[in-house]
């Protein structure tokens, strides 16, 4: 079975910044890439970001380009989000998540993540 669990969420001010960690205990790890989205009350789940089994191929949303970061441990089955610059706008709950492929697909992250984390709240106060 595969279990994610988020961690690191929390209240900011707006232009501050978090970093989240993912806890992997999942023995296909080492065969998936991994991503992180994020979703508001009464919207659908949205890409935030991805990285690749061997962390040599990342994506971002758009909107999250240039601010945030995604990096993973595969030693230690870790999956990371930084956050810089937040804006009111990012706060969401936030869920990392694995793929069922090894690879990052841009414009297929929606389908190829099958397994998800609870989340963890994300606040960004102006």
């Known amino acids: 079975q595969v279990q994610l669990v988020e961690s690191g969420g929390g209240l900011v001010q707006a232009g501050g910044s978090l970093r989240l960690s993912c806890a992997a205990s999942?023995?296909?790890?080492?065969?998936?890439?991994m991503g992180w989205f994020r979703q508001t009350p009464g919207k659908e789940r949205e890409f935030v970001a991805a990285?690749?089994?061997?962390?040599?191929?990342?994506s971002y949303a758009d909107s999250v380009k240039g601010r945030f970061t995604t990096s993973r441990d595969n030693v230690k089955n870790m999956v990371y989000l930084q956050m810089n610059s937040l804006k009111p706008e990012d706060t969401a709950v936030y869920s990392c998540?694995?793929?069922?492929?090894?690879?990052?697909?841009?414009?297929?992250?929606?389908?190829?993540?099958?397994?998800w984390g609870q989340g963890t709240q994300v606040t960004v106060s102006s």
């Open positions: 990285i690749s089994l061997n962390g040599g191929i990342t």
């Open positions: 999942i023995r296909f790890f080492s065969s998936s890439a």
């Open positions: 998540a694995a793929s069922i492929y090894a690879s990052v697909r841009p414009g297929q992250e929606l389908g190829d993540f099958n397994t």
